[in-house]
C-alpha cells in the first residue's frame, strides 16, 4: 500500500534531485514506493527534468463572481463611493442564474457569500462601506489580464456588450496588453484619460476634432499637474478622424468600434487588423501625430528651461 505523506514533506521527496520538489497538482505525479531508498530512482520514481519539478497545471486565481465584485467595488470606489456588504451582495444577485444558484444553495444550507470570502482572504475591507485592498487591486488586474490573454498568434474579436458587467475591466485588459501604445479617439473624456493614466501604460493618446476645447483644457491642465502618476503625450489632430485605433507596443493594430466613454452605454467591440492593413493605418495615424496640436507634455520655448523660467 502507498504512502500518503503530506506534500513536501522529507517522505513526499525522497528520491527527488537535490531541491525539488513534489507538486500535488500534476496529475502525472507518480507515487514513491515505501521500499525506493532516498536517492535510488527507480520505475515509479519521478522523471524530473531540471531541480524544480514543473506546474502543468494552470490555475485561474479569480473566479466569475468574485471578478464581478472586485469590479463593481473598484468603479464604485474610483467614484469616491464606498459600497456596502448588502449592495454589492444585491449587484452579484442582480444576475438571474447566479440569484438561482445562491438560493439552491441557501436552500441546502450551504450558501456561498463572495463578499465574505474577499473580506477574509483581505482583497476587500471595511465595515461600513467596502474598499479594494492592495491586495485586491493586484488580484483585479491579473483577472483583467486573464480575461484578454489570448494563446499566440491568435487573433480575436472582442465584444463589449452593454448588459455585460465586465465590459469596461475586458477594455482596461486590452489597453493594457498594447504598452507603451497609441490610443486614437477623439471622444475622450476626463475620466477616461484618467483610467489611461493610472491603469494602463499607453504612451500616447491622440485626441480629435470633436474634442471639445473644456475637455482639451481639463486634461493639458491635468498632464501639468505634479500630482499625475506618469507622464504621457497628448495630442490633437488637425483633420477630422472618425475611426478609434489602438496600436500596441508590437505595432499590432486594432479597431474600436465605440469610443472608451460608449463602453457599458452601447454594445462595440475590439477588433484586431490584418497585417496587410495595419501597415497602411500605421502609417496614417503618424502622419495624424506629426500635423497634430501638442497638448501634453507642454512644448519648452526655446530659451526656457524645463521649469518655464528663462535661461
Not at 531541480?51 to 464604485?76: N, S, T
Request: charged content about 25%; glycine content about 8%; overall charge negative.
Amino acid at each position: 500500500m502507498e504512502p500518503t505523506a503530506r506534500p513536501g514533506s522529507a517522505e513526499t521527496n525522497a528520491g527527488l534531485p537535490r531541491g525539488a520538489r513534489w507538486n500535488p497538482c500534476d496529475t502525472a505525479s507518480p507515487s514513491f514506493a515505501t521500499s525506493s531508498p532516498r536517492g535510488v530512482e527507480t520505475e515509479r520514481s519521478p522523471k524530473w527534468v531540471g531541480q524544480v519539478a514543473p506546474y502543468p497545471v494552470l490555475v485561474r486565481v479569480v473566479d466569475d463572481e468574485r471578478h464581478k465584485a472586485l469590479a463593481f467595488v473598484a468603479a464604485c470606489n474610483r467614484a469616491g463611493y464606498r459600497p456596502t456588504r448588502m449592495e454589492v451582495e444585491a449587484y452579484l444577485s442582480s444576475d438571474f442564474m447566479g440569484m438561482i444558484g445562491q438560493i439552491h444553495l441557501g436552500l441546502l444550507g450551504m450558501r456561498h457569500s463572495a463578499v465574505d470570502s474577499l473580506l477574509r482572504m483581505r482583497w476587500l475591507y471595511g465595515d461600513s462601506g467596502l474598499s479594494l485592498s492592495s491586495l485586491g487591486q493586484a488580484m483585479l488586474a491579473e483577472a483583467e489580464r486573464a480575461e484578454v490573454e489570448e494563446p499566440e498568434a491568435a487573433a480575436v474579436v472582442v465584444v463589449l456588450d452593454r448588459e455585460d458587467p465586465l465590459s469596461y475591466p475586458r477594455l482596461v485588459g486590452q489597453l493594457v496588453k498594447a504598452g507603451a501604445g497609441t490610443l486614437v479617439d477623439q471622444y475622450m473624456n476626463l475620466e477616461q484619460f484618467m483610467m489611461v493614466l493610472q491603469d494602463t501604460a499607453l504612451a500616447r493618446v491622440l485626441l480629435g476634432t470633436k474634442t471639445s476645447a473644456r475637455i482639451q483644457a481639463e486634461i493639458k491642465t491635468l498632464c501639468a499637474s505634479p500630482a499625475i502618476p506618469r507622464s504621457v503625450e497628448v495630442r490633437v489632430a488637425t483633420e477630422r478622424v472618425h475611426d478609434r485605433f489602438l496600436v500596441s507596443d508590437d505595432d499590432s493594430v486594432y479597431t474600436l468600434g465605440g469610443s472608451l466613454s460608449t463602453v457599458g452605454k452601447s454594445t462595440t467591440v475590439i477588433t484586431p487588423v490584418p497585417e496587410s492593413g495595419a501597415d497602411g493605418i500605421r502609417s496614417r495615424i503618424e502622419e495624424w501625430w506629426k500635423k497634430a496640436e501638442i497638448i501634453a507634455p507642454i512644448p519648452v520655448e526655446e530659451g526656457e528651461d524645463d521649469t518655464g523660467e528663462v535661461a
